[in-house]
Every structure is written in structure tokens, then in C-alpha cells.
């Protein structure tokens, strides 16, 4: 099974790839179309801004490439944001694969620190992406935007409100937590993945 990892100018992305070696996976880290349109899974990890990962993408004309792919892809944190179609992060027009908007957190109470950053439960799981006996685990954050709950919802977390912690559509599946940090839960969730 070939997993590509989409190369691009985003953090995160190698921490992703220990992640899979650690579970005996070898993925290529590629920017190529051919080697992502022929990869098995696509991953679409990364920790940046909006906008500027957004141009960037066009730029290359990744956009296109991951918007048409058929076989499984998982966006992670920026990876899942930019799967939106629109972020208030430099009021960037995104993907457009879920129809739904990214939102700045706009902090209620004192200790609503911003960004979200630490370990927080997960629940109301769609089990296709995510395994049921990680019901109410923790996962990893950290961002400073959200995606509100929507038709896409594959999980919600609780920070100011509750949110998307992961959502899905078709062959694309995203989340806005680190798999690759969240220990044993994480491995867990990128174990089902793989045997989508």
C-alpha cells in the first residue's frame, strides 16, 4: 500500500511521517500529481496560515490535484481547515470540499486562552474514521480557529463552544486535533484510516 503525504510550505508534516513509521508505514513525502493521484491514501497534515498556504497551494496547483482525488484522504488540523470553503484567517477562499466556514475563537471568560492548545475529549464519533472505544478520549490541539458544528461533523470537542474535532464527506476524512501527538489514541485513529 503506497501512502503519500502532500509536500507543501506547512509545519507538521514530518511529524506525521515518524507518526506512520512508528505503526511500520513508509510513506513518500511528495508535491508531485502523478505520485499523489497514484498513492493508495493521501494525507494532508500541517500546522500554518491560511491564506498563505492557500496561495501556495494554487501556486502549484495542489488545490485542484487534492480536491480531485477519489481514493481516502485525511486532512489534519490546516489540512482539515482548508478542506472549507471559506476561513476568516486572512478572509481566505479555501478547498471548498466541506461546505462550511472556519471561524476565529473569540474568547467568553478569562481562562479561554486563545489559541486552544492541550488535550481535550472527543465524542459523538462517526465510526468510519474514528474507532468507538476512543469515545471520550483525549486528543491533542492546537489552533486559534474553529469549524462549527455542521452536516460534515465526524466528532465534536468542547473549547469556548463546542466545535468540529474531525468531519467527513466521501472519500475525504479530516480532523482538527494531531493524531500524530495524541499517543495511543492518535495511532488508533491512523491505524483505521489506513484500513479504510
Same mark, same amino acid.
Given at each position: ?10 509545519g ?53 490535484? +487534492? ?34 466556514v ?19 475529549? +472527543? ?57 500524530e ?16
Open positions: 500500500m503506497k501512502i503519500a503525504i502532500v509536500k507543501y510550505n506547512a507538521n508534516i514530518y511529524s506525521v511521517d515518524h507518526a506512520l513509521k512508528r505503526l511500520g508505514v513508509n510513506a513518500v513525502i511528495t508535491a508531485d500529481k502523478e505520485e499523489l493521484m497514484s498513492a493508495d491514501k493521501v494525507i494532508f497534515p500541517g500546522q500554518g496560515e491560511a491564506s498563505t498556504t492557500m496561495a501556495y497551494l494554487k501556486q502549484h496547483r495542489l488545490d485542484e490535484v +487534492i480536491k480531485n482525488l477519489k481514493q481516502p484522504l485525511f486532512g489534519i488540523c490546516i489540512g482539515m481547515q482548508l478542506m472549507c470553503r471559506h476561513s476568516e484567517e486572512g478572509d481566505t477562499e479555501c478547498l471548498g470540499i466541506f461546505d462550511t472556519v471561524k476565529k475563537f473569540l474568547p467568553e471568560k478569562h481562562e479561554d486562552k486563545i489559541p486552544h492548545m492541550g488535550w481535550n475529549s +472527543i465524542y459523538d464519533l462517526n465510526p468510519v474514521l474514528l474507532p468507538r472505544s476512543i469515545e471520550n478520549e483525549f486528543v491533542y490541539f492546537v489552533h486559534s480557529y474553529y469549524v462549527p458544528l455542521n452536516e460534515f461533523t465526524a466528532a465534536t470537542t468542547d473549547y469556548v463552544q463546542p466545535f468540529s474535532a474531525a468531519m467527513q464527506k466521501d472519500n475525504f476524512y479530516a480532523c482538527q486535533f494531531h493524531p501527538k495524541s499517543g495511543k489514541v492518535g495511532e488508533e485513529i491512523l491505524k483505521q484510516f489506513l484500513e479504510i
